[in-house]
């Protein structure tokens, strides 16, 4: 059962909120907000605490916990290189971490295993189904790199960048480089250097004849010190099989077809090699201070473990399963996705609190949560807030298109907390507008601001 926590409004509280909710920017906007104090259950403030919200990326908390309920902490991820004697296969685990390192060691480990030659080299993603857009992506057909696929073999995050700078003389074109470099990526560079800058550079990533077209067109200024961009890469699986094969080149092993493809490993083959992940827990840490949606739906994913390949279905069913046993009891909730992309999820202030509040006295979940939150002054997404209490608040942070969240803990004096959540949406205002009447709010809460007197 609830506890019985009863609100006994602080009227200078009251007035400051009032202030802050009063403002131009939030006239006729959605706010929800809930905040209590610990352990003394002290009910602080409440406002359309019940009402069901957008909560963004703060759903990243549920993700983090969910897994770490689920999975445990300290999990680690395998990939392996295996092979029949004549072709390899890239075996994915799942890894949210799976970089170009892993990659090169995978190659050192077949050279010094004795391959020479392969045949070809194919990628075993059979961990996960074919569908690698997470639910709701579809909601916008974009390349940006917060968009990302995921895959049992997935590398680099799903994304690439790409680094274009100007030419040499006027009317020529621009150079273009990919990084990671690598085959799987298709140069189509029509742009030109010009003497002034139209602002009319246009970038784009699209799937290819199994490969990823990179499209550059428009115009770049020849006093430009260049543009860096990030893009989803359209099949990081098929990329983790390109990167493969340039190390193993690197390691002196021929290949003789060229174009890695998908295809499951064979039911008896040698292992030539592992590697392992680090904890689970640093991915948490990516995932939550940095908001990585790749990071998120990659872990979310692995919870499919009662269907064979993972689905989105098994994995969501799972989470939801989850996030019930920690303590998400009350009310009505919608979970559609592991990172708050997109119009996927619905979630009150009231619920968060109560959520972050059993998450926090779990063992087994606390420490990880509380190193991966954003620190206010000093970390992740707060880096750049709240500096006027740096380090008393920790906390994940959301944006969408006029949604702006934020969900955490306060260090108050004499060991007390403030676990609060405050959820804005259907806001016109933008989003710096947004996120600096809430880091007011926070501090009103705390007991750190007050509204100046008229006539001061």
């Excluded at 917060?146 to 003389?169: E, F, H, Q, W």
């Excluded at 010190?225 to 990329?239: A, E, F």
């Excluded at 292992?271 to 995932?287: E, I, P």
């Amino acid at each position: 059962e609830e506890p019985d926590w009863v609100w006994a409004p602080d009227p200078g509280l009251d007035a400051a909120m009032r202030d802050l909710l009063g403002r131009n920017e939030l006239v006729g906007v959605k706010v929800g907000i809930y905040a209590v104090e610990y352990p003394s259950g002290r009910l602080v403030y409440q406002r359309d605490q019940d009402a069901p919200l957008q909560p963004a990326s703060v759903v990243k908390v549920l993700t983090a916990a969910a897994f770490v309920e689920g999975v445990g902490g300290d999990h680690r991820f395998t990939t392996r290189l295996v092979t029949d004697d004549a072709s390899l296969w890239l075996v994915g685990g799942g890894d949210p971490g799976l970089d170009i390192g892993d990659l090169k060691a995978l190659a050192k480990k077949a050279a010094e295993g004795g391959v020479t030659a392969v045949q070809r080299v194919f990628v075993d993603a059979s961990l996960f189904d074919a569908q690698n857009l997470p639910p709701h992506y579809d909601t916008k057909n974009t390349d940006a790199a917060y968009r990302p696929s995921v895959g049992a073999a997935a590398v680099n995050d799903g994304a690439m960048l790409i680094k274009i700078t100007p030419g040499t003389r006027i009317g020529g074109g621009v150079l273009v480089e990919t990084i990671p470099q690598t085959d799987y990526f298709i140069v189509d560079n029509t742009a030109v250097t010009t003497e002034d800058d139209r602002g009319d550079l246009e970038v784009r990533v699209r799937a290819s004849r199994g490969r990823a077209g990179v499209y550059v067109r428009g115009s770049l200024s020849a006093d430009s010190k260049g543009v860096t961009v990030s893009r989803r890469v359209p099949d990081p699986n098929l990329l983790s099989g390109w990167l493969l094969v340039r190390e193993l080149k690197a390691e002196g092993i021929r290949i003789t077809e060229r174009a890695p493809a998908l295809a499951p490993a064979p039911g008896v083959a040698k292992v030539l090699g592992s590697v392992r992940s680090n904890r689970v827990r640093s991915d948490v840490s990516r995932m939550v201070k940095r908001s990585n949606n790749f990071v998120a739906e990659q872990l979310l994913k692995n919870l499919g473990v009662d269907c064979s390949p993972r689905s989105w279905n098994c994995s969501i069913k799972r989470f939801r399963e989850l996030v019930r046993r920690i303590g998400l009891r009350s009310g009505a909730f919608r979970l559609e996705n592991g990172s708050g992309l997109y119009d996927a999820n619905r979630l009150s202030p009231h619920q968060l609190v109560r959520f972050y509040l059993e998450a926090a006295n779990r063992a087994s979940i606390a420490p990880v949560l509380l190193d991966a939150f954003a620190v206010a002054g000093e970390a992740g997404t707060l880096y750049r807030r709240l500096r006027e209490v740096k380090g008393r608040v920790r906390g994940k942070t959301g944006t969408l298109d006029g949604v702006s969240a934020i969900a955490g803990r306060a260090d108050l004096s004499h060991g007390r907390r403030l676990w609060f959540a405050i959820l804005i949406n259907d806001a016109k205002a933008p989003v710096s507008k947004l996120r600096s009447l809430q880091d007011k709010m926070i501090l009103a809460l705390m007991g750190e601001w007050r509204p100046r007197k008229a006539g001061r």
